[in-house]
């Protein structure tokens, strides 16, 4: 294993990792607010505006 890291730069081969998770992550939110399931919250209108 200690040889795979004596091809890449441990700093570089961790940053690129973490952002590519972290892209990944914000994919996932993005697609899962674009659902009806987990979305629907966004397009309902507020619960005190409607109460007056």
């Known amino acids: 294993m200690w040889r ?3 091809l890449f730069d441990p700093r570089r081969a961790l940053v690129g990792i973490l952002t590519f998770a ?3 992550v914000l994919l996932n939110h993005f697609v ?3 659902t009806d399931r ?3 919250w966004l397009n309902e209108p507020l619960a005190a505006a409607s109460s007056e």
């Open 22 to 24: 972290f892209l990944m």
């Open 4 to 6: 795979i890291w004596l």
């Open 38 to 40: 987990y979305g629907s």
């Open 32 to 34: 899962q607010l674009s």
